[in-house]
């Protein structure tokens, strides 16, 4: 448990388990994720995210994207596939995460999902990142 | 105001040519284009054009004639050989001109696109960790419209199937061999449930039209379809596309839905009046989607048009008679023009091989990042 997060003002983690950080607009309201930074960040406000939702939908990345901009410490041959998707935070807003899941037939559109951390193997350096994984 | 007919049309192939440039490809398309019309470039009032990653489309000028001749360039994403024709249209549908030429031509590196996330506006995380690909986008759109609409795996290959059936009929495609469902569905997972032969690839290729008033065509005495309506339109809240690590509770149309609409409005018909559509299939699920979205089906009537090969070429309504974007690549200036050349083909009865019988109206939409659409309706 050494590892720093990936960004500061990611996310967040406490007795209640782990939330995201969004930022909800202070002119309407409106939520979005990662919180914006710079000028447009003057314009928001930050807000904990709920940390259950619902599988909006979901796919399995198959090869290993290219670097940059992904930095994985892994080559060509040693790339794990993963699951990624979007989970609706519901009446907040739809957030797109890796996805922990064992086996990806698993995933269905609408099922319950459970935010968390998982280590990302980052080139030089393993770092903390966001997850989702099927809540039970 | 003037209508505004397409007179000649022209096409570099598309596919890989690594003896040319894009650029020469673009020349080639724009020499054909003219020579279809009998008219020649000294005769050009206007030309507008563009590529996404081969340059400007000017530098075809010292090619063409140092006429003097105003050329613009156009960059509009995926949108660009679109915008050309859109910018042509306006051109003379003001009155301001009578006769002139749009073009869009494009050479990309092969594979994947590897864009840089602060380039979009986007944290470095959201690249490391592996988010930010459109084929994850195209994969992620076309899953929950598979699981709220009941379309199957094996609709995604018979797109993909028919696409490859057309390509290899098509004198400009890529493609020219056909490759069945079963082939398709058990080829290489690339982002799941899409499997290698689903997605088109980078491409090569030019495309090029010459526009011209009504007035002008009954004087040079020519004939060719009217563009009867043409609209390029951007994203609203809530519409769902590439690159985004949220996206709002609310959700909203698609750039497709309203430029589709418009285009229609401006034409003054229904979906049910196209005879032959041309829609972007950047992957099998696009072309299913973009189904509805264009007006042409209710959302999950695809599953059972498709397999009564509604879609196909003697089916109810043909789409991607050339093989669309999977048979043909992408190159992305290029793109859009190569879907209202092939409706041209189909309107003026040359498309051999893949003729449409009596095609009096075709369709065609080209839809990109960063979340945009460009419809363009053609009648005979």
């Known amino acids: 448990m050494a590892e720093r997060p990936i960004a500061a003002n990611l996310f967040e983690e406490n007795g209640t388990g782990v939330r995201l950080i969004g930022g909800r607009r202070k002119s309407d309201g409106k939520i979005v994720f990662p919180l914006p930074t710079g000028v447009e960040g003057t314009q928001y406000e930050p807000v904990s995210l709920a940390s259950e939702g619902t599988l909006w939908s979901h796919t399995v990345q198959r090869f290993r994207p290219k670097s940059p901009p992904y930095a994985g410490a892994d080559d060509e041959r040693t790339f794990k596939p993963f699951a990624l998707g979007y989970v609706e935070l519901p009446g907040q807003v ?27 193997a980052k080139e ?7 997850v989702f994984r099927p809540a039970a | 105001m003037s209508e505004v007919h397409i007179v000649g049309a022209g096409i570099h192939p598309f596919g ?30 206007f030309a507008f054009g563009g590529s996404s990653a081969a340059g400007n489309a000017d530098a075809m000028l010292p090619h063409m004639g140092l006429t003097g001749v105003q050329f613009i360039n156009v960059s509009n994403g995926c949108a660009t050989g679109g915008s050309a024709l859109l910018s042509g249209y306006w051109a003379i549908k003001s009155g301001e001109f009578d006769i002139g030429v749009v073009t869009g031509f494009d050479k990309h590196p092969r594979g994947a696109f590897n864009p840089d996330p602060e380039a979009w506006g986007l944290p470095k995380w959201y690249g490391e960790t592996g988010m930010m690909l459109t084929t994850q986008f195209f994969a992620m759109k076309i899953t929950r419209y598979m699981g709220l ?27 020219k061999q056909p490759v069945d469902a079963e082939t398709i569905l058990r080829s290489q997972m690339v982002s799941d449930p899409l499997t290698k032969f689903m997605f088109c690839s980078p491409a090569e290729g030019g ?15 020519l004939t060719g379809p009217r563009i009867l309506g043409a609209a390029v339109r951007t994203r609203v809240n809530g519409s769902f596309e590439v690159f985004a690590p949220s996206l709002d509770v609310e959700r909203g149309p698609s750039p497709t839905q309203i430029a589709s609409k418009a285009a229609y409005a401006m034409a003054g018909i229904e979906p049910n009046d196209i005879d032959v559509a041309q829609i972007q299939d950047t992957e099998s699920g696009a072309e299913i989607m973009h189904m509805s979205e264009n007006g042409f089906c209710a959302d999950g009537e695809q599953e059972k048009l498709i397999s009564e090969g509604a879609t196909q070429i003697g089916g109810k309504l043909p789409i991607n008679t050339d093989g669309g974007c999977l048979a043909c690549g992408e190159p992305i200036g290029a793109s859009g023009l ?14 051999t091989g893949r003729q449409v019988e009596g095609a009096k109206i075709g369709y065609s939409q080209v839809y990109g990042a960063p979340g945009l659409s460009a419809v363009a309706i053609l009648g005979a």
């Open chain 1, 94 to 120: 739809i957030v797109e995460t890796r996805i922990d899941v064992d086996d990806p037939s698993r995933l269905k559109v609408g099922m319950k999902m459970k935010a968390g951390t998982q280590t990302f």
């Open chain 1, 124 to 130: 030089g350096e393993p770092v903390l990142t966001y």
């Open chain 2, 16 to 45: 890989r040519h690594d003896d040319k440039t894009g650029l020469d490809q673009g020349v080639f398309a724009v020499r054909q284009a003219l020579a279809d019309a009998g008219v020649a470039w000294k005769d050009m009032q």
């Open chain 2, 149 to 175: 609409h009941g379309i199957t795996p094996m609709t995604l290959a018979r797109v993909a199937e028919k696409a490859f059936e057309n390509g290899a009929r098509a004198p400009h495609s890529w493609r």
């Open chain 2, 207 to 221: 495309a090029a039209l010459v526009l011209v008033s009504d007035k002008k065509m009954r004087e040079l005495g």
């Open chain 2, 338 to 351: 190569r879907q209202v050349y092939e409706n041209v083909q189909q309107l003026r009865r040359r498309a």
